[in-house]
C-alpha cells in the first residue's frame, strides 16, 4: 500500500509525457522494494510493459563506460592523469597540438574541450566492433571534432569524452568494447540481461518499442535494430532492464570489489568538477552529476543527490540515488524526452 502514490504518480506523468509505457524499480538500503511495468511496450501494441522489459538506456551508459575504465586504473593499466594519447597513438585532431592536451581524467569528466559530435544510425561499416578504434583514429572524426577550450578549462558536456574513454579501456584491456564491458561490469553484477546488440534484444523479446517524434530519419516504432552505432556505444548504446540496472546503483551506493575497489567506485561520485551551474550546487564526478540539493514539486531538500539520466531516440533513463538514506531510483520510459520526474 505505501507504493500506491508513487504508482498513481506514475501513471498519470507517462500520460502526461505521452509515453506508452516505462517501468520503475525503487532500492532501499541495498535491496530493490517495487519494481513493476506501465502501459504497454509500445503504440499500437497491447503487450504490457514488465519489470523485466528492455530499454534503451542512452547516456546513463557513460557511468558504465567510467566504471570499466576505473577498473582498468585499478588494475595498473591506466594513469587518470596520463595523456589519452600515450594509449591511444593514432588518435589526432586537425590541429596538431590538440590532441596530446587530452588526458584521461578530462574524458570521465567532460573537460577535454571537444565539441559535441554524434550520428545516430551509421552504414554497416560502422556497426562493427572495430569501428570504435578505426572510426576515432580516422579523418572524418579528426576533421569534425575540434576543440572548443583548452583541455581542462570547463566542464562541457560532449559524447567523443566516451567514445575515447570506451578506445582507451580497449587498448587497455586488449578487448573490444562488449566484451569487457561484459566481463568487468555485466557479468560479476549478474546483470545478464543488458545487451549492446539489436540481434540480442531482439533474440530475448521482451523489450519495448519507442515512440519517435523527434527523429525524422528514423522510422517510427523503433526496433531494437533501428539503428546502430559502434563508436558510439560508450556514451550510450546499450539496453537494459530496471532489475540490471538497480543491481548497477546498488553497486554505486553499497560497493562490489569484486568490480571496483571501494576507493576507485568512491571517485565516480565525487566532485571532480564544479559545473557552474545552478549556484555552484552542482558539480560532475566521473560520469555522475552530484547535486547538493533536490527539488519536489515546490519543496527544496539540502541533501546530496547523485545521478545520470539517458535520451536517445524513442527512449528516455534515468538513475539516482541519495548517499544519506540508501535510496536508489530506476525509471526507463519508450518516448523521445520522456524523464520521470
Do not use: C
Request: hydrophobic share 45%; charged share 20%; aromatic share 12%.
Amino acid at each position: 500500500p505505501r507504493f500506491e502514490p508513487l504508482i498513481a504518480a506514475v501513471e498519470a506523468e507517462i500520460a502526461d509525457l505521452g509515453a506508452p509505457g516505462a517501468a520503475v524499480a525503487v532500492i532501499e538500503n541495498g535491496k530493490v522494494t517495487f519494481a513493476r511495468g506501465f502501459g504497454v511496450k509500445g503504440e499500437g501494441v497491447t503487450d504490457p510493459v514488465l519489470a523485466t522489459t528492455l530499454f534503451r538506456i542512452g547516456s546513463v551508459n557513460k557511468v558504465l563506460t567510467a566504471t570499466a575504465l576505473m577498473k582498468e586504473v585499478e588494475n595498473g593499466h591506466l594513469d587518470l592523469d596520463a595523456p589519452a594519447v600515450d594509449y591511444v597513438p593514432e588518435f589526432e585532431l586537425a590541429q596538431p597540438d590538440w590532441a596530446p592536451q587530452i588526458d584521461v581524467r578530462h574524458l570521465l569528466t567532460h573537460s577535454s574541450g571537444m565539441a559535441d559530435y554524434l550520428r545516430i544510425d551509421v552504414p554497416p561499416s560502422q556497426q562493427t566492433d572495430a569501428a570504435l578504434e578505426t572510426f576515432l583514429t580516422g579523418s572524418t572524426f579528426a576533421n569534425n571534432v575540434w576543440l572548443m577550450n583548452p583541455s581542462g578549462a570547463f566542464w562541457n558536456y560532449s559524447n567523443p569524452n566516451f567514445y575515447l574513454a570506451g578506445l582507451v579501456t580497449e587498448k587497455a584491456t586488449g578487448k573490444h568494447y562488449r566484451e569487457f564491458m561484459q566481463s568487468t561490469v555485466f557479468d560479476p553484477l549478474g546483470m545478464d540481461r543488458t545487451f549492446f546488440l539489436g540481434d540480442d534484444v531482439i533474440a530475448d523479446g521482451d523489450y519495448a518499442l519507442g515512440k519517435n517524434e523527434g527523429y525524422a530519419d528514423i522510422d517510427d516504432p523503433i526496433a531494437p535494430d533501428s539503428y546502430e552505432n559502434a563508436w558510439g556505444r560508450p556514451a550510450g548504446y546499450a539496453s537494459s532492464n530496471v532489475l540490471d540496472m538497480a543491481k548497477f546503483v546498488t553497486f554505486l551506493m553499497d560497493g562490489n570489489e569484486a568490480v571496483l575497489s571501494d576507493e576507485l567506485r568512491a571517485e565516480l561520485s565525487k566532485k571532480q568538477i564544479d559545473m557552474h551551474t545552478f549556484f555552484d550546487l552542482q558539480s560532475y564526478g566521473f560520469a555522475l552529476f552530484v547535486d547538493d540539493f533536490a527539488v519536489a514539486g515546490d519543496d527544496w531538500y539540502d541533501v546530496q543527490v547523485v545521478s545520470h539520466g539517458g535520451d536517445i531516440p524513442g527512449f528516455a533513463a534515468d538513475i539516482m540515488y541519495v548517499p544519506s538514506t540508501g535510496f536508489g531510483l530506476v525509471t526507463l520510459a519508450n518516448a523521445d524526452r520522456a524523464h520521470l520526474r
